[in-house]
């Protein structure tokens, strides 16, 4: 089980950080289409004693993987497959973007961290729709129960001015909300201009309003609608975004994105410095996420969900954020580090400690 690390230290992390993820991400759907996956999926599959149902929807497990690594949903049957309770692809924009350029990824292996500055890279909503529902329909087919859920993070396009934000969202919806288990609003990236200003309360209300409609219109029944929010947003700003969630009846909030901070690094300022800008991941996050976490629950309402996100290495870290009152836990940048097998060693651990 420990094979994954090794090959890291001795391989992936003397490539550039972004072509190793899409190597070893490669080499997981090379696996699942020759049918390897499916051979192995009882091995990965989550406890009975995990499932839990939350926003009305059944996972198979409380723990999944956070948007970002699947940004086009090429691999979700893949990633459902080593032990994934859900899967939330994207961020996926209103139009097809390159994102920022390259060099955009890079590790703070001393900080098991990974700072990236991608800027919402995809082929776009409707590209990426045909994927959702191809992926939607065979996951029907061969979970005949307890099908790993799907979650689709959507946010602005680049190019799109901040006036016009609220109708490139809802393009994404229109193209995305049919084939979602939930819809995330993601307005909380540091990598796209400007974005983080439609968290204030003033913006964030008619952008969710009519996002909402649009995808319970769409979809023909209700869709689970969550927002995305920043670790960096003041007290006052996270009890004003709580207080709207309330208003508009949000089905839950994802907290949280990634940091601009840098506040704790064990790794060398002058090799921080060197980077620069982007959005902070990994186990430095974790202490911030928990105090968002408990600020939330204190504010919201038991029946909205709160998905918690934000340096999760561990099932001890599952649990303790479901211990904290959230309802759904989602792990990423250890995954890089860990490898294929850290969902399933999550799962099982996390089995035994509930």
Excluded: C
């Amino acid at each position: 089980m420990r094979i994954y690390p090794f090959v890291f230290n001795q391989f992936f992390s003397r490539m550039d950080p972004e072509k190793a993820h899409h190597l070893a991400f490669d080499a997981l759907k090379l696996a699942e289409r020759v049918g390897l996956t499916k051979l192995t999926r009882k091995f990965f599959a989550p406890a009975p004693s995990l499932r839990r149902t939350v926003m009305g929807i059944d996972f198979p497990s409380p723990f999944g993987l956070a948007a970002g690594f699947d940004k086009g949903a090429t691999g979700i049957l893949t990633l459902s497959d080593i032990g994934f309770g859900h899967v939330e692809i994207g961020t996926v924009t209103g139009q097809p973007q390159p994102g920022n350029p390259t060099p955009r990824l890079f590790r703070l292996i001393e900080d098991r961290a990974v700072i990236n500055r991608m800027g919402f890279n995809n082929e776009g909503a409707e590209v990426v729709a045909a994927r959702v529902a191809g992926a939607r329909q065979k996951l029907k087919r061969e979970y005949t129960e307890h099908r790993p859920v799907i979650g689709v993070n959507i946010g602005k396009t680049k190019i799109v001015e901040l006036e016009d934000a609220v109708e490139d969202y809802l393009e994404s919806t229109r193209q995305l909300a049919n084939h979602a288990d939930y819809l995330v609003v993601n307005v909380s990236s540091p990598n796209t201009p400007g974005l983080r200003l439609l968290q204030s309360v003033q913006s964030l209300r008619p952008l969710l309003e009519q996002v909402g409609k649009k995808a319970d219109e769409v979809a023909g029944r209700h869709l689970p609608l969550l927002v995305k929010i920043a670790p960096d947003l003041s007290d006052e700003d996270l009890a004003e975004v709580a207080q709207l969630a309330i208003e508009l009846e949000l089905d839950g909030i994802i907290a949280t994105n990634t940091t601009i901070g840098r506040e704790g690094l064990r790794s060398g300022p002058s090799m921080v410095e060197g980077i620069g800008a982007g959005g902070l991941s990994g186990a430095p996050l974790r202490e911030r996420s928990m105090d968002v976490l408990r600020q939330l629950r204190a504010l919201v309402p038991d029946q909205m969900a709160i998905i918690s996100v934000g340096g999760v290495t561990d099932a001890k870290d599952v649990k303790e954020r479901l211990d904290a009152g959230a309802d759904l836990v989602q792990g990423y940048t250890a995954f890089l580090y860990e490898g294929p097998f850290w969902a399933r060693a999550i799962n099982r651990e996390l089995a035994g400690l509930l």
